[in-house]
């Protein structure tokens, strides 16, 4: 949908809100929650009264708090200075502590007296903190700025715990002091277009349905390519490891949806019901379906290596680079195995999803390459179906073609919402469909805590492998290991976006 006819279709916002980022001086703030409210305010999905409250423990005056706000904000043109101007007239500051009882009195105070001006009676706690503030936080927010006569939701960011054990601590104590529906588990992952169109994709063509199964597919990719390495932020990075960073979220929330049985209707109960019931058939990862990796300096030694960061601990065996192997034990995936791959410092940046099927069974022909269905999530959201076309001309030669949906040539005319854009208009239109529920966070868990123990624990060393490069040795041969054939013939993917120009890389 283009700028003009999002605006024309949605107008102003029904719901009225006072939206308060809390953690509003930190990286997350300023580079996604801040641009994502000012795109949902430019296309009036927000109310002309809506109102913004940062708040964090930096002193800042409101000058260096609009400064603060606006320095990852794109303005193209007269028309955006002019958005950004109104909408840093309804965003104030407020420093504070946040576990001190009487900051956040002096926030409740800040509060009412915008919505006095305002007269919203909705309330939108963002937390853009460390996980280690979320429980003080969250005790203030009930304790001085909860009110029985004012709906209230809170955002919370990844990551939801360490293990099994940590994750169910953290929704204890959550859930202790805020109902499961007030409480919004944010993983932007679930807001990205081409995530979000998985479920149109499987549930509103015949066309897929039909063949949506382990009797046509063979195995299933879930790829992360990020380019960048760590820079030196390794030590906050050497807590996590790429598996609890990306694998057990971004990648396990798209494989539920990949995989899910239909839901009884949209609601984000039944949706999620479905997602739960995917993860209860998948056991723990086993040790032979892991592979890890650690990457080291660029081949021409001019980049840093993993270990070269000065605030990651020495000999650390952190993993960089994962690839894991899950199964689903039910009827309608038993035996097709959904390899998750992701890594940082790799040689480009995508994230997609390999749909490959199955050989023709007593084929004529030779030399045939398997149909397969990839989901380009980023950059360059695209679809694309490969198949077997005659090659034009007198003979009977095959060649690999495609029906290709890229969105930069049939969309050219829309604007793709940013994913936290996305997900934050959801929480105020309180459509918890694409945030995670305590139930399907604890089946996640259940999944990787074993195999994570045994990686904390060090008894799995990491591959090492160049930053720049297209990962660890041995990755090719993991894949195959699980049936992922590459093409008979040559192939490359047109790709009309610029964003995902180049040739289609296969591992």
């Given at each position: 949908?283009?700028?003009?006819?999002?605006?024309?279709?949605?107008?102003?916002?029904?719901h009225?809100?006072?939206i308060v980022?809390?953690?509003?001086?930190g990286?997350?703030?300023?580079?996604?929650?801040?641009?994502?409210?000012?795109?949902?305010?430019?296309?009036?999905?927000?109310?002309?009264?809506?109102r913004?409250?940062?708040?964090?423990?930096?002193?800042?005056?409101?000058?260096?708090?609009?400064?603060?706000v606006?320095?990852?904000?794109?303005?193209?043109?007269?028309e955006?200075?002019?958005?950004?101007s109104?909408?840093l007239?309804?965003?104030?500051?407020?420093?504070?502590?946040?576990?001190?009882?009487?900051?956040?009195?002096?926030?409740?105070?800040?509060?009412?007296?915008?919505?006095?001006?305002?007269?919203?009676?909705?309330?939108?706690?963002?937390?853009?903190?460390p996980?280690?503030?979320?429980?003080?936080?969250?005790a203030c927010?009930?304790?001085?700025?909860?009110?029985?006569?004012?709906?209230?939701?809170?955002?919370?960011e990844?990551?939801?715990?360490?293990?099994?054990?940590?994750?169910?601590?953290?929704?204890?104590?959550?859930?202790?002091?805020?109902?499961e529906?007030e409480?919004y588990?944010?993983?932007?992952y679930?807001?990205?277009?081409?995530?979000?169109?998985?479920?149109?994709?499987?549930?509103?063509?015949?066309i897929?349905?039909?063949?949506?199964?382990?009797?046509?597919?063979?195995?299933?990719q879930?790829?992360?390519?990020?380019?960048?390495?760590?820079?030196?932020?390794?030590?906050?990075?050497?807590?996590?490891g790429?598996?609890r960073?990306?694998?057990?979220?971004?990648?396990?929330?798209?494989?539920?949806?990949?995989?899910?049985?239909?839901?009884?209707?949209?609601?984000?109960?039944?949706?999620?019901?479905?997602?739960?019931?995917?993860?209860?058939?998948i056991?723990p990862?086993?040790?032979?379906?892991?592979?890890?990796?650690?990457?080291?300096?660029?081949?021409d030694?001019k980049?840093p290596?993993?270990?070269?960061?000065?605030?990651?601990?020495?000999?650390?065996k952190?993993?960089?680079?994962?690839?894991?192997?899950?199964?689903?034990?039910?009827?309608?995936?038993?035996?097709?195995?959904?390899?998750?791959?992701?890594?940082?410092a790799?040689?480009?940046?995508?994230?997609?999803i390999?749909?490959?099927?199955k050989?023709?069974?007593?084929?004529?022909?030779?030399?045939?390459?398997?149909?397969?269905?990839v989901i380009?999530?980023?950059?360059?959201?695209?679809?694309?179906?490969?198949?077997?076309?005659?090659?034009p001309?007198?003979?009977?030669?095959?060649?690999?073609?495609?029906?290709?949906?890229?969105y930069?040539?049939?969309f050219?005319?829309?604007?793709i919402?940013?994913?936290?854009?996305?997900?934050?208009?959801?929480?105020?239109?309180?459509?918890?469909?694409?945030?995670v529920?305590?139930?399907?966070?604890?089946a996640?868990?259940?999944?990787?805590?074993?195999?994570?123990?045994t990686?904390?624990?060090?008894?799995?060393?990491?591959?090492?492998?160049?930053?720049?490069?297209?990962?660890?040795?041995?990755?090719?041969?993991?894949?195959?290991?699980?049936?992922?054939?590459?093409?008979q013939?040559?192939?490359?993917?047109?790709q009309?976006?610029?964003?995902?120009?180049?040739?289609?890389?296969?591992?």
């Amino acid at each position: 949908m283009s700028s003009a006819s999002l605006i024309s279709a949605q107008g102003d916002a029904k719901h009225l809100y006072t939206i308060v980022v809390l953690g509003a001086s930190g990286d997350l703030a300023k580079k996604k929650t801040f641009p994502a409210l000012f795109g949902l305010f430019k296309n009036r999905y927000l109310s002309r009264n809506t109102r913004i409250i940062g708040y964090a423990r930096t002193k800042m005056d409101q000058t260096s708090f609009e400064g603060h706000v606006s320095k990852f904000i794109k303005v193209k043109n007269e028309e955006d200075k002019a958005a950004l101007s109104r909408f840093l007239s309804v965003c104030s500051y407020q420093s504070g502590q946040y576990d001190h009882d009487g900051d956040f009195q002096e926030l409740e105070k800040h509060i009412e007296r915008v919505e006095k001006i305002s007269g919203a009676k909705e309330r939108l706690f963002y937390m853009a903190l460390p996980p280690s503030v979320f429980i003080p936080v969250a005790a203030c927010l009930k304790k001085n700025n909860y009110r029985q006569d004012v709906v209230t939701r809170l955002i919370v960011e990844k990551p939801f715990g360490m293990d099994l054990d940590s994750s169910r601590k953290l929704a204890k104590e959550l859930g202790a002091l805020f109902k499961e529906e007030e409480i919004y588990r944010i993983d932007h992952y679930l807001g990205k277009e081409m995530v979000k169109n998985l479920m149109i994709l499987r549930f509103a063509n015949v066309i897929f349905g039909s063949v949506w199964n382990r009797h046509s597919i063979d195995n299933i990719q879930i790829t992360f390519k990020e380019k960048i390495g760590t820079q030196g932020r390794g030590g906050y990075f050497d807590e996590f490891g790429i598996i609890r960073d990306v694998m057990q979220n971004h990648l396990l929330q798209i494989l539920t949806l990949v995989a899910m049985e239909p839901p009884v209707t949209l609601s984000s109960e039944d949706v999620r019901d479905e997602k739960v019931k995917v993860l209860r058939f998948i056991p723990p990862i086993a040790k032979e379906d892991i592979l890890l990796g650690q990457y080291t300096k660029s081949e021409d030694g001019k980049e840093p290596g993993y270990l070269d960061d000065s605030t990651v601990p020495r000999g650390s065996k952190t993993p960089t680079y994962a690839a894991a192997t899950l199964f689903i034990h039910n009827e309608r995936w038993a035996g097709v195995p959904f390899v998750l791959k992701c890594g940082k410092a790799l040689d480009q940046q995508k994230t997609e999803i390999r749909i490959q099927f199955k050989d023709v069974p007593g084929s004529i022909f030779t030399n045939l390459s398997r149909n397969e269905i990839v989901i380009r999530v980023q950059p360059g959201e695209a679809l694309y179906v490969k198949m077997m076309n005659k090659e034009p001309g007198l003979g009977m030669k095959t060649i690999i073609s495609d029906l290709d949906l890229s969105y930069s040539s049939r969309f050219n005319s829309s604007v793709i919402p940013e994913a936290y854009e996305s997900l934050i208009l959801d929480a105020l239109n309180g459509d918890q469909s694409n945030f995670v529920r305590d139930d399907e966070l604890d089946a996640a868990w259940k999944i990787f805590t074993p195999i994570l123990k045994t990686i904390d624990e060090g008894e799995i060393d990491p591959i090492p492998y160049a930053l720049g490069s297209r990962g660890p040795e041995g990755v090719s041969e993991f894949v195959a290991k699980y049936g992922y054939t590459r093409e008979q013939q040559q192939y490359v993917w047109p790709q009309h976006s610029e964003a995902a120009a180049g040739q289609e890389q296969k591992a």
